[in-house]
C-alpha cells in the first residue's frame, strides 16, 4: 500500500507533535486505533456476515408460537 522510510514517518510524527502538542498526542493516537479497529470489524463483517441474528430471530418466532395465549 504505502511504504514509508524512517525520515519520513519522523518527519511526520514531528509535524504531529507540533500540531497537535504532547498532551493531545496519546489521545489522538488512541483515537486513530479504535477508528482502525472498527474499520476492519465493519469489513470482515461485510466480507465474512454471520448468520446469528437471523438465527436469534427465529428462535423468538418459535417461541412466541409455542406459548399458549391464557385467557381467563
Known amino acids: 500500500m504505502f511504504s514509508f522510510s524512517a525520515p519520513e514517518l519522523i518527519l511526520i ?5 507540533i500540531v497537535f502538542g504532547p498532551g493531545k498526542l496519546p489521545e489522538v493516537g488512541k483515537a486513530i ?5 472498527e474499520f476492519r470489524k465493519a469489513s470482515s463483517e ?3 456476515p454471520k448468520e446469528e441474528p437471523v438465527k436469534v430471530q427465529e428462535k423468538e418466532q418459535k417461541q412466541e408460537v409455542k ?3 391464557e385467557k381467563n
Open 13 to 17: 510524527l514531528v509535524i504531529a507533535l
Open 33 to 37: 486505533g479504535k477508528g482502525i479497529q
Open 46 to 48: 461485510i466480507a465474512n
Open 67 to 69: 406459548r399458549p395465549e
